[in-house]
């Protein structure tokens, strides 16, 4: 970060020290920073907030609100509302002390949710909570001088209160519910707040402070959230069931029809406010009426050169997807996965020796101890990844494992008997660990499914692997930081945890360690993204501080036998450093690639086409491909089809090969998931976040045709700050440690940057600034200020938010009109994933069940197409028909609509497009946020069947415009040129 920068966000941090005012919206609102690509931001007036909280002031002339992560002041009759704080506050449900002197919020400002408090006229702001917990909700006293909040301060959320004189903490609550919202009582003597049990039950408790007696105090069918006491002891609460979300006074719903925002009503004279269908509400008895405002929100059009990916060259590419490189154990040899293939080289450097030369996906080699084998995934027989050993003197391969789930990540016990490993059954890297007898072959399960685990390393003594796990803060929010987790390797002990540096993350578990040294005496890890190294006891107990080894980038590190030397990789490099004395010393590696392009003439005859440019079916048309682009579509000449390839496509429709704009390329479903892309007629994927060095690998392997694949488009990890959630994410612990994230980006030539959910909107600014500065487009959960900030486009209508509530999304899956204008008025990218569009589309068309393309996918993934009860669409499912009817306002308003899933089943994307049909959309519409307008996102020459664009041709049985389920009944798939048969791809994978 630089000076002025720094400088300027901490005066925006700190407010300006100017004293009350008697009016609060007196003052000009705060200064925001400018949006870092200077471009002129478009205001527009919004009235309507989502997931927006009011709060009455005392005397009842003012409310404040929360819309869009800023605080606004707006008079209570109605009218323009002030901001009074800036845009990268994420400040959340602001409440009036009893004097009307202060507003408390909740707020992101720095990576954690902190309580704040500040004056009406936006100044005096100050902080009153800090460190690595999120404190939220806060609420105050009656008599003014102490709030109530809940916290994850206990590892749970429970209910806290703070003296805000002294500063004194005290916890309320103590249970092993998680709880939120608090709400005192007129009188002072108890607190009552929401108790949730898992994600959809929640009842409304009570604690009498001066016995610290907790006790229910009202139980409903669904969940009882945001309780609030009247000044006469009444009970308010908001209740979500089956019916929708309403309001609800000691028993009696209140609000009819409304879909009322799960905040805390607020108590004013002769009434209360709350908020419901995105408009605040006063109810005075029976009498309801709104509250009409107006707020001005800004969107810029980000404006910088955009990178373009090279489809023609085929001059030699350096390739940059190194993966987990090891050294064996005399420091002789460097073994790696990079194009697709094993390879090993000298520790010195130089021109790798390829030693697999396949189509299979290869992946995760260790040396055994002797250095004779090498112990790899792969999925070369067919099928599914397995466990092979490799003899070096006789280069022959040997199958070690034959599992229904997928072994990843293999790492030998010292004595070279056994191998650990994890292996993956369910979504995004869930998995096991386990053990193989190397002679036998009989597995044996350490620990079930884990929340995607790292790969197992082993102590001296063989009797533990240790892995790194995420470790939660709280069962309310998923994130945690990566930690040491020590399994017993008999099968027979309790694992334990290990915590290195207690509130501090490993960068990832994906290939920041623990790598415990073979004496047994040390372990390395990547923390801030530097290689750091701590001693340890035969059970992994640290014995002394973490310290760091290099000064920039690393990752994945492996030792030497003699715990002398670790190997990791430095951006685009690979090095090696003398534990003993810190010499680094480069290892260069020499490896190429070179684009994989067909030549010659092929010409595809079709009786139908739907070229995506116009809401027109032409009919038998010829298509000329020369190379990998279309030279040509005319009409119909069997003359045409005497030179070069021919492909019949009589009684068929093309279209332009559809993209998948958001799934994350997992290494467990082997080479089958590019080949069933292809044979679902996705062409293209775009892979917004995966795993360090993997995606740049597989982006590489399908360049070079060494793996069957589409085009892929991709990033490295999620950007998360200080804590994280998927294996794919990594921890970002500060400014310094971004800037180095950032320039591996630009090293290893990411083609977009993904800001996590617990990244700063500081700091996503910052992102914006590097990755346009790449040329390259940043993606998110968020939506505001990221469309100030010029982030090009957001990921999911709901999906993961850092607050427990979606601000794109209110109750039952309704966005309203600020959500809708910041998506027009910036023209952004928005990848909806309709999550449980799945469920609907398989009833309307049962056999789409049993397609034999489902075959390919391993069978945790094959029992969310064929079964009938994934829970993630049972949960999501609800939120999909308030999510449609917002989607078609959203695409209405001038949104970019770009079809994705975040699946790897590439059913979703069928079910996906067929669902913005349901929403309101033309099939040509749908069809188009499949091709061209994911084209045009990726600055790809794709997405329509035109001359001069990039032959990427899918041939269906039937017209989409007829009926888009015929987009699934893919027969042929050209992707760059080259023509596959659907039965055959599928023969080839089984």
Not at 8 to 19: D, H
Not at 485 to 499: M, N, R, S, T
Not at 568 to 575: E, P, V
Not at 817 to 841: C, H, K, M, W
Request: glycine share 10%.
């Amino acid at each position: 970060m630089t000076s002025s920068f720094k400088t300027l966000a901490l005066a925006l941090m700190l407010g300006a020290a100017t004293p009350a005012l008697a009016q609060p919206a007196n003052l000009p609102p705060p200064a925001n920073l400018p949006p870092p690509g200077g471009e002129k931001p478009t205001a527009f007036d919004v009235h309507e907030g989502t997931s927006m909280a009011v709060s009455v002031s005392p005397d009842g002339k003012w409310l404040a609100v929360d819309l869009q992560g800023s605080l606004w002041i707006i008079p209570a009759k109605g009218g323009k509302a002030k901001r009074i704080t800036d845009y990268f506050n994420d400040a959340r449900q602001p409440v009036w002390s009893p004097d009307g002197s202060r507003l408390a919020y909740f707020a992101y400002r720095d990576g954690n949710y902190d309580l704040w408090t500040i004056k009406p006229d936006g100044s005096d702001m100050k902080k009153l909570t800090d460190g690595v917990h999120d404190d939220r909700d806060p609420v105050f006293s009656p008599d003014g001088k102490s709030l109530a909040f809940s916290s994850d301060r206990s590892g749970n959320y429970d209910i806290w209160t703070l003296d805000i004189a002294t500063g004194a903490m005290k916890q309320v609550s103590s249970n092993p519910r998680e709880d939120r919202l608090p709400s005192w009582s007129p009188d002072g003597a108890r607190i009552a707040y929401s108790g949730g049990d898992g994600m959809i039950k929640s009842a409304i408790y009570v604690t009498t402070l001066a016995t610290g007696q907790e006790s229910l105090l009202r139980q409903v069918k669904g969940k009882a959230e945001a309780p609030s006491f009247g000044p006469s002891g009444e009970l308010a609460y908001v209740v979500a069931d089956s019916a929708g979300s309403h309001l609800e006074i000691d028993g009696k719903p209140v609000s009819g029809k409304e879909n009322v925002f799960p905040f805390r009503i607020s108590w004013g004279k002769g009434g209360y406010y709350y908020v419901s269908d995105g408009k605040i509400r006063r109810r005075s008895g029976n009498a309801l009426s709104t509250v009409d405002f107006a707020a001005t929100l800004e969107v810029v059009h980000p404006s910088y050169t955009r990178a373009k990916r090279d489809w023609d060259s085929t001059e030699p590419r350096k390739a940059l997807g190194i993966v987990h490189p090891h050294i064996s154990p005399d420091g002789s040899r460097i073994a790696f996965v990079a194009v697709g293939d094993l390879y090993v080289v000298s520790s010195k450097g130089g021109t790798p020796e390829n030693l697999t030369k396949d189509a299979a996906l290869d992946a995760d080699p260790a040396w055994s101890p002797d250095g004779q084998s090498i112990v790899f995934s792969s999925d070369r027989i067919g099928g599914l990844p397995q466990l092979w050993i490799k003899d070096l003197k006789t280069g022959k391969d040997r199958q070690l494992t034959n599992m229904d789930t997928q072994p990843l990540g293999a790492a030998w016990s010292p004595d070279g008997t056994r191998v650990a490993f994890i292996d993956v059954d369910g979504r995004w890297g869930v998995a096991g660990v386990c053990v193989v007898d190397v002679a036998t072959g009989k597995v044996t399960r350490l620990q079930g499914s884990l929340g995607q685990p790292g790969s197992p390393s082993w102590s001296a003594d063989g009797k533990y692997v240790a892995i790194s796990l995420s470790y939660k803060f709280s069962n309310s929010f998923r994130e945690g930081t990566n930690q040491v987790y020590v399994i017993p390797a008999d099968g027979k002990g309790e694992a334990f945890w290990q915590l290195p540096e207690p509130n501090m993350s490993l960068d990832t578990r994906s290939g920041s360690g623990p790598a415990w040294s073979p004496d047994g005496t040390k372990m390395a890890g990547i923390y801030e993204g530097l290689l750091k190294i701590w001693p340890v006891d035969k059970d992994a107990r640290p014995l002394g501080p973490v310290r760091s080894y290099t000064a920039s980038t690393a990752f994945y590190p492996t030792w030497t036998a003699d715990s002398g030397t670790i190997l990791y990789q430095a951006d685009d490099r690979l090095k090696t450093i003398n534990v003993a004395t810190g010499v680094i010393a480069d290892v260069p590696i020499d490896l190429s690639y070179r684009l994989a392009k067909p030549a010659g003439r092929t010409v595809i005859h079709v009786s139908n086409l739907v070229d995506s440019v116009t809401d027109t079916t032409q009919h038998d048309k010829d298509i000329i491909v020369d190379g990998n682009r279309i030279a040509e579509i005319r009409d119909h000449d069997a003359a045409l089809h005497k030179d070069g390839k021919f492909v019949d496509g009589t009684g068929l429709t093309a279209i332009p090969g559809l993209i998948e704009f958001h799934s994350h390329v997992q290494k467990d479903f082997g080479s089958n998931l590019e080949k069933a892309w292809l044979a679902y007629g996705i062409t293209t994927v775009r892979d917004p976040g995966t795993q360090v060095y993997d995606a740049v690998e597989d982006r590489e392997a399908a360049e070079a045709g060494v793996r069957l694949s589409p085009r892929l488009y991709v990033g490295g990890p999620l950007l998360e700050w200080q804590r994280v959630y998927y294996k794919m994410g990594i921890a970002v612990s500060g400014p310094a440690h971004l800037e180095r994230e950032l320039k591996r980006a630009r090293v290893l030539k990411y083609d977009i940057v993904k800001s996590y959910v617990r990244m700063p909107d500081l700091y996503q600014r910052r992102i914006v600034e590097a990755a346009h500065d790449m040329g390259i487009p940043v993606s998110g959960h968020e939506i505001f200020p990221a469309a100030y900030t010029g982030v090009d486009g957001t990921e999911h209508l709901g999906a993961t938010s850092r607050r427990g509530y979606s601000p794109k999304q209110g109750p039952g899956g309704m966005a309203y009109e600020d959500v809708i204008q910041l998506f027009g008025r910036s023209g952004r990218t928005l990848t909806p994933t309709n999550f449980g569009a799945l469920t609907g589309y398989l009833e309307k068309h049962p056999d789409y069940r049993t397609d034999p393309r489902v075959n390919l996918y391993p069978s945790w993934a094959r029992e969310t197409v064929t079964g009938t009860n994934d829970p993630m669409a049972v949960f999501t499912r609800p939120l999909l028909a308030g999510g449609l009817i917002s989607l078609k306002k959203i695409y209405d308003a001038g949104t970019h609509v770009v079809a994705g899933t975040d699946t790897m089943i590439a059913t979703n994307l069928h079910a996906e497009i067929a669902s913005y049909v349901d929403a309101g959309l033309t099939p040509f519409q749908a069809l188009q946020t499949a091709t061209v307008n994911s084209a045009k996102a990726l600055n790809l020459d794709a997405g329509t069947l035109e001359a001069g664009k990039l032959a990427d041709i899918v041939l269906l049985d039937g017209d989409p415009r007829a009926d888009i389920a015929n987009t699934f009944k893919v027969r042929k798939v050209m992707a760059n040129g080259v023509t596959h048969d659907v039965g055959e791809l599928v023969g080839a994978a089984q």
